[in-house]
């Protein structure tokens, strides 16, 4: 599986952004996906994640109200919503895919084997 992360850039507190992962090298609608964000010097951490058919949805607290993950399975991409931005959500964000044959949400990045390069977003204050 093949991922490529695209949409960040730099913006003011209270903007939006739009982060896209486009998949390929699998069926993407057997992919449950997530993403996960981090900064210089932390661990990677869990932002969000998305059934294989995009039923079931599940945040982080921190982003829980604010973001939106949502997928678009005939255009094998899967996408980041990100409203009322905060400083503190400044970091690299990661797409993240594994295999899946359930409704089941993973949160965790030991349970996903496939990693995007990345995308930066920086808040300013």
């Known amino acids: 599986v093949q991922l490529q992360a695209s949409g960040g850039g730099l913006v003011q507190a209270g903007d939006s952004l739009r982060l896209s992962c486009a998949a390929s090298g699998r069926t993407f609608s057997l992919l449950a996906m997530g993403w996960f964000r981090q900064t210089p010097g932390k661990e990677r951490e869990f932002v969000a994640a998305i059934s294989r058919t995009g039923s079931s949805t599940y945040y982080a607290d921190s982003v829980k109200g604010r973001f939106a993950i949502s997928r678009d399975n005939a255009k094998n991409t899967v996408f980041l919503q990100m409203n009322s931005l905060k400083p503190e959500d400044t970091a690299l964000y990661y797409c993240?895919?594994?295999?899946?044959?359930?409704?089941?949400?993973?949160?965790?990045?030991?349970?996903?084997?496939?990693w995007g390069q990345g995308t930066q977003v920086t808040v300013s204050s």
């Open positions: 993240a895919a594994r295999l899946s044959y359930s409704a089941m949400l993973y949160s965790t990045q030991d349970e996903y084997p496939h």
